[in-house]
Nanobody
Framework: QVQLVESGGGLVQAGGALRLSCAAS????????LSWYRQPPGKQRELVAT???????NYAASVKGRFTISRDNAKNTVYLQMNSLEPEDTAVYYC?????????WGRGTQVTVSS
């Protein structure tokens, strides 16, 4: 098993920036893909960004060019740098990984962007 703990959320004005972190309890994630999801109020959870074990990244169209996902395997941590934040980015942000065909989720961190 692995525990994922997100941090770095908060309240920011539109146009601002935040960096989210997700720390994993085990080093096995170094060979796993890691993803950030978000769930806006009253909406379904959606994929934001993914980084593979080899470092390849993919982004949702709505965040491409504004968000950057990265990982530090030495720290068992994945990051999401969020720039040019918009009110539509308001959501609970979750990190996720899959190990041995089982998905693990963190408990999420709230991001609120005021207009």
């Amino acid at each position: 098993q692995v525990q994922l703990v997100e941090s770095g959320g908060g309240l920011v004005q539109a146009g601002g920036a935040l960096r989210l972190s997700c720390a994993a309890s085990r080093s096995r994630i170094t060979t796993s893909d890691l993803s950030w999801y978000r769930q806006p109020p009253g909406k379904q959870r959606e994929l934001v960004a993914t980084i593979t074990s080899g470092g390849t990244t993919n982004y949702a169209a709505s965040v491409k060019g504004r968000f950057t996902i990265s990982r530090d395997n030495a720290k068992n941590t994945v990051y999401l740098q969020m720039n040019s934040l918009e009110p539509e980015d308001t959501a609970v942000y979750y990190c996720r990984t899959v190990l041995a065909f089982r998905a693990y989720w963190g408990r999420g961190t709230q991001v609120t962007v005021s207009s």
